[in-house]
């Protein structure tokens, strides 16, 4: 049995594998914060100080590295790249210490940006926002880490679109939720394409990748395919609740200005609101991404993306 760590396992994504993995693998989890789950497998450590690290069991075969800041509203922003580029580089000088030659880091494709065609691994990056630029900049000292012991050192950078699934309350499930109750306002005309991830086909992915055994170095973008559209997603779940949906459609630039306004009102306020102008702008974009790459080397998704989304429609109350 080989001997994985997670670290940042306490969280949405790192619950569901340490689930999914906690069978056939020995485990241990590192974090910041307990995990509510798996208490008995957490160990408290912080991937902005090295010395914490330590706590890295010495026989680990293989460590996940999920731990990172990626909220839109993060301050300082600088916790971004202290935690997302100077951790991973803390976990990376920690496992030279150990000997430890094998790692999965979730980055995102939010090092892509916006409105892309439909770009695949080979595309350039052009991350718009401070999350996607520390991803990018965690990618780039994984792939140099790699390249001074190419013929020792295994790495796999999976770049999932936006997650879902029944026990995350981010973007995704307010989203669902604003529709389910009633609460929800179309902003733009619906036509953008979004990618989206649900979480148990990604975790059952990073399993399928570590029971094959693969080394060397593999970048794959995560998206459950085929990919909707925001009218498509919203008739999604008007269609398993029942109810017809409001043709009331808000234009994007008044949508906008409102979440300016929002902007504005947090920062003299000293609140954060689930409304802001990243928000919307990142709602009434396309954010569609390939995933041909995984499907072509024969992964195949235990769910689709509308039994994902009904699934966790169903927990929403």
Not at 2 to 20: A, D, P, V
Not at 24 to 45: M, P, R
Not at 118 to 144: M, T
Not at 204 to 209: A, C, G, H, L, R
Request: hydrophobic content about 35%.
């Amino acid at each position: 049995m080989n001997k994985i760590t997670f670290i940042g396992g306490s969280g949405f994504i790192g619950t569901e594998l340490i689930e999914k993995f906690k069978t056939d693998y020995i485990i241990s989890n590192l974090d910041k914060k307990e995990s509510e789950t798996f208490k008995e497998l957490t160990v408290l450590a912080d991937v902005r100080n090295k010395e914490s690290l330590r706590k890295i069991p010495k026989d680990t075969d293989i460590v996940i590295l999920l731990a990172a800041e990626h909220t839109d509203n993060v301050t300082p922003t600088s916790l971004y790249y202290d935690v997302n580029v100077e951790g991973t580089r803390n976990v990376l000088e920690i496992m030279d210490e150990m000997n430890i030659n094998n790692i999965i880091f979730t980055s995102s494709v939010a090092i892509y940006g916006l409105d892309k065609d439909e770009p695949d691994e080979d595309s350039p990056a052009d991350p718009f926002n401070h999350y996607g630029k520390s991803k990018w900049a965690a990618e780039e000292i994984l792939r140099e880490w790699h390249s001074r012991q190419p013929e020792k050192r295994t790495v796999m950078i999976l770049r999932p679109t936006v997650v879902f699934g029944e026990k995350n309350r981010g973007n995704v499930y307010n989203l669902l939720k604003q529709i389910k109750t009633g609460r929800f306002l179309m902003i733009g005309d619906g036509k953008n394409k979004k990618s989206m991830s649900y979480v148990r086909n990604i975790v059952t992915f990073i399993k399928y990748w570590v029971d094959q055994g693969n080394k060397g170095y593999h970048v794959f973008n995560y998206a459950d395919k085929p990919d909707l559209s925001t009218v498509e997603l919203i008739n999604v779940v008007y269609d398993k609740i029942g109810r017809h949906k409001s043709g009331i459609k808000i234009p994007y630039f008044i949508g906008y200005l409102g979440g300016i306004a929002f902007d504005i009102l947090a920062k003299l306020s000293g609140r954060k609101f689930p409304v802001s102008s990243v928000r919307i702008k990142k709602f009434c974009s396309t954010t569609q991404f390939s995933a041909s790459k995984i499907i072509n080397i024969g992964f195949k998704a235990p769910y689709t993306l509308r039994e994902g989304l009904e699934r966790t429609i169903d927990t929403i109350s």
